[in-house]
T-cell receptor, first 111, second 116 residues
């Protein structure tokens, strides 16, 4: 069983839509939950970072963690064409000695 | 966020040659750096964890003698792909961990290796 499972998509939405991206993870020991955005042929960039359960909001982005169901989500409000990219979730244990990445969901926001 | 650079961004080489990729943390010191490999439309696969001043820790299935890692300073780690073959062609990405309350990991822009 993979540590992190993520639907690869692709996900295509019209501009202005609300986007929901999700991952599930297998090990309850994971404490840190991250979302990265990766544009084509570039390295990933950190979008959101959450410790333990709860919500975290940053502008149009909201990260949500439900540790009881081992489910993490990223919501994008008022999506823009510039949001078109691959979004990777990642989890890490308390000591950050290793990150586990989902396979990434490719998002396309159509103008 | 912090800046991590990689050099070169793209390299094409002949089969049998060795290729060195550099990863630098430009505005912070990183005792730990990570090397990943990413195939098209797939996620990042951790190859090894590079620790400054000590030997790298390789993931299962990654050949130590093929992928040589040297973390000689707190801002530089290098990955050398020795005797490269076409199946080594991939996107190699490094990341550097910035110590602190958040222990964030910052990624380099990646190096596209093509072995002919």
């Amino acid at each position: 069983q993979k540590e992190v499972e993520q639907d690869p998509g692709p996900l295509s939405v019209p501009e202005g839509a609300i986007v929901s991206l999700n991952c599930t993870y297998s090990n309850s020991a994971f404490q840190y939950f991250m979302w990265y955005r990766q544009y084509s042929r570039k390295g990933p960039e950190l979008l959101m970072y959450t410790y333990s359960s709860g919500n975290k909001e940053d502008g149009r982005f909201t990260a949500q963690v439900d540790k009881s169901s081992k489910y993490i989500s990223l919501f994008i409000r008022d999506s823009q064409p510039s949001d078109s990219a691959t979004y990777l979730c990642a989890v890490a244990p308390y000591n950050f000695n290793k990150f586990y990445f989902g396979s990434g969901t490719k998002l396309n926001v159509k103008p | 966020g912090a800046v991590v650079s990689q050099h070169p961004s793209r390299v094409i080489c002949k089969s049998g040659t060795s290729v060195k990729i550099e990863c630098r943390s430009l505005d912070f010191q990183a005792t730990t750096m990570f090397w990943y490999r990413q195939f098209p439309k797939q996620s990042l696969m951790l190859m090894a964890t590079s620790n400054e001043g000590s030997k790298a820790t390789y993931e299962q299935g990654v050949e130590k003698d093929k992928f040589l890692i040297n973390h000689a300073s707190l801002t530089l780690s290098t990955l050398t792909v020795t005797s490269a073959h076409p199946e080594d062609s991939s996107f190699y990405i490094c990341s550097a961990k910035r110590e602190g309350p958040l222990n964030e990991q910052f990624f380099g822009p990646g190096t596209r290796l093509t072995v002919l």
